[in-house]
C-alpha cells in the first residue's frame, strides 16, 4: 500500500503547494524592473524577519556558504575567534574558521548541552583579543537552543563580534538581531523558510559592517559587493530568480497572522511533539534549552537507529533524520518547522513508535498521541515558551 510521503527531516522540508507554484512562474531576468519589484518585497519581510533595519543579502549557496561568507568577510588570517562547539555545526565553525586562517580558541560543549554564558564570558577574560565569537542558535545535529540573547549580553561591551548560525532557528523560534545585539546572523532556505535547498540569508549589524574587510580574500563571496547590488534591487551574480520567486510567497505566508503567532503555533508543535515521545516511555536527547523546529529522540538500548529510520521510510512513507557521529544509531530527529502541522507529525510519531516497536522495542502508552494534542492544545491557549501544565505527570 502506497502512503503519502511525509518529510520530517531538519532540511530539506516540505514545501506548501502555493510556493512550489511560485517557483514554477515564468522566469523574469534579474537585472529589469520586474526583478527589482520582486527584491523591495522580499527585502522588507527579511528585515522583519530578522528583526534588523540593517540589510539582508541574499546569497546563491548553501547555508555553509553564507557561514563562510560571514567567516572570509569579517576576519582576516591570524584574527583570534572563539568558537562554542556543542555539535557538528558548531565543529563546522570551527572548520571554516581555520580554513581561513584563523586563531582558533574552542568552549567545548557537551553534546545535548546549552552552551553557558558566564563560560563564554570567562572565555573572552581569560583569552584577551577575541575578535568574534562563534554559536549556533539551533545546533541541528542535537536539538539545542543556545541562550543567544544571554550569550549576546556577555559579548556586548568587548571587541568581538557575535556571529548567529541561525540556519535551523530562524523563522523557528525568536531571534530578533537588533534587539538582541547580533553583528551577523545567516540562515538557510530549506528549513524554517519552506524553500528548496539553494539559497542562504546573511545581514550584518552597524559595527559589523564597519569591520567588514573592503577586500575579503574571496571573489565569490563579497560581502561589500552584494550590499552595492542589492541597493540596486539585485544581487551580485546571476540571481536564483524563482528561488527569490518562491520566497516572496513563503514569507508572506509566515508572516501573515505576524511572527508572534508564528512562533506561538512552532512552539506548541514542540511541546506536541515532546509529550508523545514521553508517554510512548522515550526520552528527549535534550532536556533543557531544546529548540523549537527538532526534537531528537533516544533510541531504546538494543534498538538500531538506523533500523528506525529505515523502516518510517519504507514502511510508513516518514521521512526522519539520523544521529550524526557518535549519536549515529542511537538518537532519530523528527523535524517540526516548515510546512508541517499536527497531522503531520502526529503520523510522524505512530511512524516511529511502530518502527521502534517492530525492531524488538516496547510499545509506550496506547494514548501517547491523544497526550501529545492535549499539549498541543495546553500550548496554543497559554504563554509561547513556558511549558504547558501536563495533568499526565
Known amino acids: 500500500m502506497l502512503n503519502k510521503a511525509r518529510l520530517l527531516t531538519p532540511g530539506p522540508t516540505a514545501i506548501p503547494d502555493e510556493v512550489r507554484l511560485a517557483l514554477a512562474q515564468p522566469m523574469i531576468h ?57 555539535g557538528k555545526f558548531g565543529e563546522r565553525w570551527g572548520n571554516i574558521c581555520r580554513a581561513r586562517g584563523l586563531e582558533v580558541v574552542t568552549l567545548s560543549v557537551e553534546w545535548g548541552l546549552a552552551a553557558s554564558p558566564e563560560d563564554v564570558e570567562q572565555m573572552l577574560h581569560d583569552e584577551p583579543g577575541i575578535k568574534g565569537v562563534f554559536v549556533q542558535l539551533s545546533e541541528t545535529s542535537t536539538g539545542v537552543l543556545h541562550p543567544v540573547e544571554d550569550i549576546a549580553a556577555k559579548v556586548a561591551g568587548t571587541d568581538a563580534l557575535l556571529i548567529v548560525d541561525g540556519v535551523s532557528g530562524v523563522s523557528l523560534s525568536p531571534c530578533p538581531m537588533d534587539a538582541w545585539g547580533i553583528d551577523c546572523l545567516v540562515t538557510g532556505s530549506q528549513k524554517g523558510l519552506m524553500l528548496p535547498p539553494g539559497m542562504a540569508f546573511l545581514a550584518l549589524s552597524e559595527r559589523a559592517w564597519e569591520r567588514c574587510l573592503p577586500d575579503p ?44 503567532a508564528h512562533f506561538h503555533k512552532q512552539w506548541a508543535l514542540t511541546q506536541l511533539v515532546r509529550r508523545s515521545v514521553r508517554a510512548m516511555g522515550l526520552n528527549p536527547f535534550v532536556t533543557r534549552n531544546y529548540a523549537w523546529g527538532l526534537t531528537s529522540v533516544l533510541i531504546p538500548d538494543g534498538i538500531d537507529g538506523i533500523k528506525v529510520v529505515k523502516d518510517c521510510a519504507d514502511n510508513h512513507g516518514v521521512f526522519l533524520a539520523g544521529g550524526q557521529d557518535f549519536l549515529k544509531g542511537r538518537i532519530v530527529r523528527l523535524a517540526h518547522m516548515g510546512w508541517a502541522d499536527w497531522s503531520d ?28 494534542m492535549a499539549s498541543y492544545r495546553a500550548a496554543m491557549e497559554g504563554e509561547t515558551g513556558k511549558e504547558p501544565l501536563d495533568p499526565h505527570d
Open 30 to 86: 534579474h537585472r529589469k524592473a520586474a526583478f527589482h519589484s520582486l527584491m523591495a518585497d522580499c527585502q522588507e519581510k527579511l528585515q522583519t524577519l530578522f528583526g534588523t533595519k540593517q540589510p539582508v543579502l541574499p546569497l546563491s549557496c548553501s547555508g555553509t556558504g553564507a557561514m563562510t561568507a560571514a567567516v572570509y568577510s569579517l576576519f582576516a588570517p591570524g584574527d583570534k575567534v572563539l568558537v562554542i562547539d556543542a
Open 217 to 260: 580574500g574571496c571573489f565569490y563571496f563579497n560581502l561589500p559587493a552584494e550590499r552595492k547590488k542589492l541597493e540596486k534591487g539585485e544581487t551580485n551574480f546571476t540571481s536564483p530568480v524563482n528561488l527569490i520567486q518562491g520566497l516572496k510567497v513563503s514569507l508572506d505566508m509566515l508572516l501573515q497572522d505576524g511572527l508572534e
Open 345 to 372: 507529525l502526529l503520523a510522524g510519531l505512530y511512524a516511529l513508535q511502530r518502527s521502534i516497536i517492530d525492531n524488538g522495542g516496547f510499545s509506550g502508552s496506547h494514548d501517547f498521541l491523544e497526550q501529545g
